[in-house]
T-cell receptor, first 115, second 112 residues
Framework: AQTVTQSQPEMSVQEAETVTLSCTYD???????LFWYKQPPSRQMILVIR??????QNATENRFSVNFQKAAKSFSLKISDSQLGDTAMYFC????????????FGTGTRLLVSP | SQTIHQWPATLVQPVGSPLSLECTVE??????LYWYRQAAGRGLQLLFY??????ISSEVPQNLSASRPQDRQFILSSKKLLLSDSGFYLC???????????FGSGTQLSVL
């Protein structure tokens, strides 16, 4: 099975600090997509950032950036200048590029931002 | 613009009762459709996906079934609910040429 692993069930960070969430994945494909989704208490799934595997440049979206290490199959999310509104569950996910495209999720990391 | 509607938002059902959750997408045609389930404190598990009307693929054997009677309608059903069917159910869609999945607001199902 092609899996996505998030080894940190919970993380805490103080407001304005930086935090990094880890994710590793397994795939036999050369081209695929990686995502970080945020699920706040409302439970709405919100796309935070995405990375195309064939692009070496790490994706960045304002305070959110990724460290994509293709050879190591690692895809971590860095949140800079953390805000109270960043408190949420964060899910790493992988979308294959062959056959039917299924989005496979990790088990999530609960992030708590404290004042 | 495209939108996805999912209802009901919450549902409490007794064990052994039937289930029907509905999801519709507006503003696009021939989307790929997905049903995910999120157990308490866990990640999302893909249950079913569909590439077209009447075409359903199941990821895990279970007490649930899915149907796609219209291009932009996706229904999750059960004839007799089990306690283990409790969870948060999310519908999602994407177009064939776009890698982004868009999610509905979810249904919290409690089977008692």
């Amino acid at each position: 099975a092609q899996t996505v692993t998030q080894s940190q069930p919970e993380m805490s960070v103080q407001e304005a600090e930086t935090v990094t969430l880890s994710c590793t994945y397994d795939t036999s494909e050369n081209n695929y997509y990686l995502f970080w989704y945020k699920q706040p208490p409302s439970r709405q799934m919100i796309l935070v950032i995405r990375q195309e595997a064939y692009k070496q440049q790490n994706a960045t979206e304002n305070r959110f950036s990724v460290n994509f290490q293709k050879a190591a199959k690692s895809f971590s999310l860095k949140i800079s200048d953390s805000q109270l509104g960043d408190t949420a569950m964060y899910f790493c996910a992988r979308l294959g590029n062959t056959g039917f495209q299924k989005l496979v999720f990790g088990t999530g990391t609960r992030l708590l931002v404290s004042p | 613009s495209q939108t996805i509607h999912q209802w009901p938002a919450t549902l409490v059902q007794p064990v052994g009762s039937p289930l029907s959750l509905e999801c519709t997408v507006e503003g696009t045609s021939n989307p790929n459709l997905y049903w995910y389930r999120q157990a308490a404190g866990r990640g999302l598990q893909l249950l079913f996906y569909s590439v077209g009307i009447g075409q359903i693929s199941s990821e895990v054997p279970q007490n649930l079934s899915a149907s796609r009677p219209q291009d932009r309608q996706f229904i999750l059903s059960s004839k007799k609910l089990l306690l283990s069917d409790s969870g948060f159910y999310l519908c999602a869609w994407k177009t064939g040429g776009n890698e982004k999945l868009f999610f509905g607001s979810g249904t919290q199902l409690s089977v008692l």
